[in-house]
């Protein structure tokens, strides 16, 4: 009675997005995780909606109470994956501390269960030759209406929208926004062709380009995580939890001028590729053979393990590379806790450049604001460019 010829190609692809969210390294953050309950709750999904069509299909065959449960746990975790969509958009967007947007999601999850569940109650199915399988399309398309309404809501709590990254988050998004209400519209057009979870499937596409592609976060010039990684952490109060670190490897630029840069860049990737390797442990290459690391509490201290490392060579390409790493701790002071990304960079680039081999400089209060003196100018103009009063070009 159902076509399910897109059900096998759905499971496939929601498979193929959790074996890569757990095989592939990423940054400790909420709507990673959000992303991978996501993918869970569209799987479970997935599968309700596969056996109940199968049994809807003929309940003479099998317990009412089985075609029940099925049916029951079906539109649950369907109104589910809805919102689960939304819970990720809240997470990964500038609203994600906004308590009014998580308010609003779950009041539109409470809604929309609710009003699914007195359609089940009061008997709305379809029936087709003695054969009760699916709620009403227009209880679907219902739903589907809250949810949208959730969503441009949400859209309003985040106030006026700055970032290029917010931007590209919400086309995306509203893109996945346009093949939900695609779900809605082909279960009231098409009751016997389920469709809903290859286009849920689709949606996660849109999320993997969007966001959670890691390559998006990650530095081709040391294996390690980039900037826009670090802004990610930052972002979602992780500098506050980890302790924070630079690293400078004092001798880049007089082995830059000794051997081919592309040498020396394939031993820069070799030493990233080993402080990914620590546990617990977070690098971002910043340039100029400079990195800021973050510690959790499993490594709170990567100066160690990488001094130990820097006593044997880095090979590349025949050639046995050697560095010298010099270093700098960010004192745990409440006001050492950087409050503008960009200009953590700059301030953190000018101390790792001072720094000596073997040494330690602690960033304290009196570091942070002496660098701000120094590097007054920069922070007026990034000011500047960021609040639009003054624009630049190269």
């Known amino acids: 009675m159902f076509d399910l010829n897109f059900e096998l190609p759905a499971i496939i692809l929601l498979v193929i997005f959790l074996a890569t969210y757990v095989v592939e390294r990423r940054l400790p953050v909420e709507h990673s995780r959000v992303y991978a309950v996501a993918i869970g709750i569209n799987l479970v999904t997935t599968f309700f909606n596969l056996f109940s069509a199968y049994v809807d299909a003929d309940l003479s065959a099998y317990p009412v109470a089985l075609a029940l449960f099925l049916n029951v746990g079906f539109y649950f975790f369907d109104i589910l994956r809805y919102f689960a969509f939304l819970w990720y958009f809240i997470t990964n967007s500038a609203m994600r501390l906004n308590i009014s947007a998580r308010i609003t999601n779950l009041i539109g999850l409470l809604v929309a269960e609710a009003l699914t569940g007195f359609g089940m109650a009061s008997g709305n199915f379809f029936v087709i030759n003695g054969n009760v399988f699916r709620l009403t399309g227009w209880y679907i398309l219902i739903d589907v209406i809250i949810f949208i309404i959730c969503f441009f809501e949400a859209l309003i709590l985040i106030g006026p929208i700055r970032e290029n990254a917010d931007r590209r988050v919400i086309l995306y998004f509203s893109g996945a926004i346009v093949v939900q209400a695609a779900i809605g519209v082909c279960d009231i057009i098409f009751p016997y062709l389920i469709m809903s979870d290859i ?94 690391v973050l510690c959790g509490k499993k490594n709170p201290d990567i100066r160690e393990a990488f001094s130990k490392r820097c006593q044997s060579s880095f090979s590349a390409r025949s050639l046995e590379i050697y560095f010298d790493a010099g270093y700098v701790e960010v004192a745990p002071d409440p006001g050492c806790i950087p409050t503008d990304i960009g200009l953590f960079q700059t301030d953190m680039k000018s101390v790792i450049f001072e720094t000596k081999k073997n040494e330690t400089v602690i960033l304290d209060q009196s570091k942070v604001d002496a660098f701000h003196r120094r590097n007054l100018v920069y922070h007026i103009l990034n000011d500047k460019v960021a609040t639009n009063d003054v624009r630049m070009f190269l």
């Open 199 to 292: 286009l849920s499937s689709i949606v996660f596409l849109l999320f993997y380009l969007a966001v959670e592609n890691p390559s998006l976060y990650r530095s081709t010039d040391a294996n390690t995580f980039n900037f826009d990684g670090m802004e990610m952490m930052f972002e979602n109060g992780q500098f506050a939890t980890h302790r924070i670190y630079g690293v400078g490897l004092t001798n880049y630029r007089v082995l830059r001028n000794i051997y081919l840069s592309t040498s020396v860049r394939r031993a820069v990737r070799l030493a990233g590729e080993f402080m990914m390797e620590q546990p617990d442990t977070y690098p971002f290459y910043v340039g100029d053979g400079q990195l800021v």
